[in-house]
Nanobody, 126 residues
């Protein structure tokens, strides 16, 4: 049974920062690639960032490159999303996702993730 619990969302002014955390109840956490998705009101869910199971490879959607950083701590079974220079268009529900991966340095594509958290709201005011 895989459970993912996000935390760290909230309300922040434009230009501010937030750090999201996702605690995973996965016995073999280091065998899973992890990702952060987001869904804004009236929009489709978007793959914002991903990290390989080794942590050596990452993916970012163009709109967050240079502002967001995904990282993981395999000793704590936790993945993070550091979000800096936040913009109102970053407002969304952010979801943590996981997928078992046999490739240590590959970041899975968005449609491969099969475990999901409940989401945490991030609101950026202008």
């Amino acid at each position: 049974q895989v459970q993912l619990v996000e935390s760290g969302g909230g309300l922040v002014q434009a230009g501010g920062s937030l750090r999201l955390s996702c605690a995973a109840s996965i016995r073999t956490f280091r065998s899973y690639a992890m990702g952060w998705f987001r869904q804004a009101p009236g929009k489709e869910r978007e793959f914002a960032a991903g990290i390989s199971r080794s942590g050596d490879s990452t993916f970012y959607v163009d709109s967050v490159k240079g502002r967001f950083t995904i990282s993981r701590d395999n000793a704590k079974n936790t993945v993070y999303l550091q979000m800096n220079s936040l913009k109102p268009e970053d407002t969304a529900v952010y979801y943590c996702a996981a997928v078992y991966s046999v490739h240590s340095m590959r970041v899975p594509t968005s449609d491969e993730y099969n475990y999901w958290g409940q989401g945490t709201q991030v609101t950026v005011s202008s």
